[in-house]
Antibody
Framework: QLQLQESGPGLVKPSETLSLTCTVS??????????WGWIRQPPGKGLEWIGS???????YYNPSLKSRVTISVDTSKNQFSLKLSSVTAADTAVYYC???????????????WGQGTLVTVSS | SYELTQPPSVSVSPGQTARITCSGDALPKKYAYWYQQKSGQAPVLVIY???KRPSGIPERFSGSSSGTMATLTISGAQVEDEADYYCYSTDSSGWVFGGGTKLTVL
């Protein structure tokens, strides 16, 4: 059974960089059939797609976050990571990692999700 | 930026049919997907590619799309279906979620 687990600091100071890692078990991140991505949800609010990465390193980012986001993949560790720079209180959210299905060679819907991790931006 | 519009809330009695809509300009050309999110849990995919149901999702969940509107239908809604529902789609510049609809079944 595929499992995804987010890890990283739960508290980040304003203007610093948020860093999270997603560890995939029960399946290979090097599969040609999936993308891997990040989605976030501020407390009490809706979902926001952040970006997605293929095992080869090909990425898609949310245009509204693109200037601050970097998603990378480490196939040797079966992990992928998120870095979000220059964070503010508006970046406080539950961050989910997820597996995306493929549609015509680009990422489509997330079908497996991690449990999510709350990251708070505060001094 | 692209937006998907959902009603904030829908309320039905148990056994009734619940319909949740999602409006977006690119929906005539792009698939819609639907997620169910119960309190404190990660979202679960209930409909993909407009109308397909993943394995393990009850048959009472169905989806359709016509023009600029996609619809999630829950036929014979049950108390355990009470949750937030989000549509998800793209306009080719990126993927977006609708604002979410809180379904109350009581």
């Amino acid at each position: 059974q595929l499992q995804l687990q987010e890890s990283g600091p739960g508290l980040v100071k304003p203007s610093e960089t948020l860093s999270l890692t997603c560890t995939v078990s029960g399946g290979s991140i090097s599969s040609s059939s999936y993308y891997w991505g990040w989605i976030r949800q501020p407390p009490g609010k809706g979902l926001e797609w952040i970006g997605s990465i293929y095992y080869s390193g090909s990425t898609y980012y949310n245009p509204s976050l693109k200037s601050r986001v970097t998603i990378s993949v480490d196939t040797s560790k079966n992990q992928f990571s998120l870095k979000l720079s220059s964070v503010t209180a508006a970046d406080t959210a539950v961050y989910y990692c997820a597996r995306h299905t493929l549609l015509f060679g680009v990422p489509a819907a997330p079908d497996y999700w991690g449990q999510g991790t709350l990251v708070t931006v505060s001094s | 930026s692209y937006e998907l519009t959902q009603p904030p809330s829908v309320s039905v009695s148990p056994g009734q049919t619940a319909r949740i809509t999602c409006s977006g300009d690119a929906l005539p050309k792009k698939y819609a997907y639907w997620y169910q999110q119960k309190s404190g849990q990660a979202p679960v995919l209930v409909i993909y590619e407009d109308s397909k149901r993943p394995s393990g999702i009850p048959e009472r969940f169905s989806g359709s799309s016509s023009g600029t509107m996609a619809t999630l239908t829950i036929s014979g809604a049950q108390v355990e279906d009470e949750a937030d529902y989000y549509c998800y789609s793209t306009d080719s510049s990126g993927w977006v979620f609708g604002g979410g609809t809180k379904l109350t079944v009581l």
